[in-house]
């Protein structure tokens, strides 16, 4: 995988900050609040068809139900349809490492392989190298629709996109200041940011986010373990729930259930190669047990996705990882960029580029399924450890304006360490021209998912899609 900001790492600071500005020309900040659909727009239904084509189908209908579940949801889902829109807008040409999918669910708590809880961006299914403005615009329209949900004021809701679009270049200035080192090493610890925060958060803002803290610390492997498996005469095994968790051995028929037990065996080890010598010792301690198929998300839904279950010293000592199908990344099609060789490396290279504090079990593989004989591109992590998820539905407009700086000054952190911060801050400056573009976008964009939301809704009603309440 190629750094972004590749360019211009060889061009003084003053050259960096000049590329910056010039970017102004091909793309004008106070263009960025225009959206408007055109006729010849891509049919959104038309769009996640296309991606339900490839995925598992009798699981399929599970995530048009949840799409129609709320327009949030919905948006959740959508990635594919927005990285549609935005790459027929001009863009900026100031490419970072995307995440790709940065709506405000996507970050949240996690723990640094040092046990400290951090905050960060969770979610790298599609991240891809791309114009650092579509990371910051999808964010944007995500605090709008979540807002709208609550029944916030259009005030309340812009309130909440300035504020984080401000902290994303805020800090993405202080960065363009910073040493490269200083870039690569800051990190957003919880506890820290709660001590800096503390000042401007409500007296009941500051009892929630401490509870948050202290429950994202008991979200631990050992209560995934205590709620997905139990205790059978073969021994300890993952629970089944049909069909949102179905062991492997209810997917396959007898006959093939030895052949298929080799073949996981072999990709195992193919996934034990990917990772640092250190954390492979660590993993031979640990011996496969049992393996199934889970439905995780709502824009994944229907990608294969299995939880695999290990032991180590005994039945009290688990390792649970997830393995999930890494597909193409929505925004590849639009990028114009280099094509992977496979898309779970693709996945975890852009984690570990952009994520200050990744999963040390994290990597890649490659299996051909016995249940239909397709190779298909997988990353692997720790199932849970420590994350803490919000809850944007039981917050007040102060609270929403909290998160929204919280995400802003985290994505401009992970946008730091690939793209290059002193062309960004100077395309960006230091009035809030930018900030009020990116409000009226995401004000535009959240009418779009909302009639997006509505089509969906006919395609169900008129049978052209299958939605499934679950």
Same mark, same amino acid.
């Given at each position: 995988?190629?750094?972004?900001?590749?360019? &211009?790492?060889?061009?003084?600071?003053?050259?960096?900050?000049?590329?910056?500005?010039?970017?102004?020309?091909?793309?004008?900040?106070?263009?960025?609040?225009?959206?408007?659909?055109?006729?010849?727009?891509?049919?959104?239904?038309?769009?996640?068809?296309?991606?339900?084509?490839?995925?598992?189908?009798?699981?399929?209908?599970?995530? /048009?139900?949840?799409?129609?579940?709320?327009? $949030?949801?919905?948006?959740?889902?959508?990635?594919?349809?927005?990285?549609?829109?935005?790459?027929?807008?001009?863009? %900026?040409?100031?490419?970072?490492?995307?995440?790709?999918?940065?709506?405000?669910?996507?970050?949240?708590?996690?723990?640094?392989?040092?046990?400290?809880?951090?905050?960060?961006?969770?979610?790298?299914? +599609?991240?891809?190298?791309?114009?650092?403005?579509?990371?910051?615009?999808?964010?944007?329209?995500? $605090?709008?629709?979540?807002?709208?949900?609550?029944?916030?004021? #259009?005030?309340?809701?812009?309130?909440?996109?300035? +504020?984080?679009?401000?902290? /994303?270049?805020?800090?993405?200035?202080?960065?363009?200041?910073?040493?490269?080192?200083?870039?690569?090493?800051?990190?957003?610890?919880?506890?820290?940011?709660?001590?800096? #925060?503390?000042?401007?958060?409500?007296?009941?803002?500051?009892?929630? #986010?401490?509870?948050?803290?202290?429950?994202?610390?008991?979200? %631990?492997?050992?209560?995934? $373990?205590?709620?997905? &498996?139990?205790?059978?005469?073969?021994?300890?095994?993952?629970?089944?729930?049909?069909? =949102?968790? %179905?062991?492997?051995?209810?997917?396959?028929?007898?006959?093939?259930?030895?052949?298929?037990?080799?073949?996981?065996?072999?990709?195992?080890?193919?996934?034990?190669?990917?990772?640092?010598?250190?954390?492979?010792?660590?993993?031979?301690?640990?011996? =496969?047990?049992?393996?199934?198929?889970?439905?995780?998300?709502?824009?994944?839904?229907?990608?294969?996705?299995?939880?695999?279950?290990?032991?180590?010293?005994?039945?009290?000592?688990?390792?649970?990882?997830?393995?999930?199908?890494?597909? +193409?990344?929505?925004?590849?099609?639009?990028?114009?960029?280099?094509?992977?060789?496979?898309?779970?490396?693709?996945?975890?290279?852009?984690?570990?580029?952009?994520? &200050? &504090?990744?999963?040390? $079990?994290?990597?890649? %593989?490659?299996?051909?399924?016995?249940?239909?004989?397709?190779?298909?591109?997988?990353?692997?992590?720790?199932?849970?450890?420590?994350?803490?998820?919000?809850?944007?539905?039981?917050?007040?407009?102060?609270?929403?304006?909290?998160?929204?700086?919280?995400?802003?000054?985290?994505?401009?952190?992970?946008?730091?360490?690939?793209?290059?911060?002193?062309?960004?801050?100077? /395309?960006?400056?230091?009035?809030?021209?930018?900030?009020?573009?990116?409000?009226?976008?995401?004000?535009?964009?959240?009418?779009?998912?909302?009639?997006?939301?509505?089509?969906?809704?006919?395609?169900?009603?008129?049978?052209?899609?299958?939605?499934?309440?679950?």
């Amino acid at each position: 995988m190629s750094t972004p900001s590749a360019f &211009t790492a060889s061009l003084a600071p003053d050259e960096r900050a000049a590329y910056g500005r010039d970017a102004r020309k091909r793309a004008p900040r106070s263009g960025h609040g225009r959206y408007e659909a055109g006729a010849d727009r891509s049919d959104p239904i038309g769009v996640i068809e296309r991606q339900s084509a490839t995925r598992v189908q009798d699981l399929v209908p599970i995530r /048009y139900g949840r799409m129609l579940e709320s327009p $949030f949801r919905f948006y959740r889902g959508a990635a594919a349809i927005m990285a549609t829109d935005l790459g027929r807008l001009p863009d %900026t040409g100031l490419r970072t490492q995307l995440c790709g999918d940065a709506h405000l669910l996507n970050f949240r708590l996690l723990a640094s392989p040092e046990r400290r809880l951090v905050f960060d961006i969770n979610d790298f299914d +599609e991240t891809h190298p791309g114009p650092f403005e579509w990371d910051v615009k999808r964010l944007a329209a995500s $605090f709008v629709i979540a807002a709208r949900a609550n029944g916030f004021s #259009t005030a309340e809701q812009d309130a909440a996109v300035a +504020e984080c679009v401000r902290a /994303y270049r805020t800090r993405m200035r202080e960065f363009a200041g910073m040493h490269t080192l200083d870039i690569w090493y800051a990190q957003d610890d919880a506890d820290q940011m709660r001590a800096l #925060t503390a000042s401007s958060m409500s007296k009941q803002a500051r009892r929630r #986010t401490a509870e948050a803290t202290a429950k994202a610390r008991t979200r %631990t492997h050992l209560q995934a $373990f205590a709620k997905l &498996t139990r205790v059978s005469a073969e021994g300890r095994l993952i629970a089944p729930d049909p069909p =949102l968790i %179905t062991p492997l051995r209810d997917l396959l028929a007898d006959s093939s259930a030895g052949a298929e037990e080799k073949e996981l065996q072999t990709v195992f080890e193919e996934y034990a190669r990917t990772l640092s010598s250190e954390r492979r010792h660590l993993l031979r301690r640990f011996h =496969l047990v049992d393996v199934a198929r889970k439905v995780v998300g709502v824009g994944s839904v229907g990608t294969r996705c299995w939880i695999i279950l290990l032991l180590g010293r005994d039945d009290d000592d688990p390792l649970l990882l997830q393995a999930k199908e890494a597909q +193409e990344s929505v925004l590849a099609a639009h990028t114009g960029g280099e094509r992977y060789d496979n898309q779970g490396r693709r996945v975890v290279a852009g984690q570990r580029l952009i994520q &200050t &504090t990744s999963d040390i $079990f994290l990597g890649w %593989t490659h299996i051909v399924s016995g249940l239909d004989g397709h190779g298909r591109d997988f990353y692997v992590r720790q199932l849970r450890d420590w994350k803490g998820i919000a809850r944007p539905e039981t917050w007040d407009p102060g609270m929403l304006r909290l998160f929204g700086k919280l995400c802003g000054g985290s994505l401009a952190r992970a946008h730091a360490r690939s793209g290059d911060p002193v062309a960004i801050a100077a /395309y960006l400056g230091g009035g809030d021209r930018f900030d009020r573009a990116l409000t009226e976008f995401a004000q535009a964009y959240a009418d779009q998912n909302e009639r997006d939301y509505e089509a969906l809704g006919a395609a169900a009603r008129s049978g052209r899609v299958r939605a499934r309440d679950l």
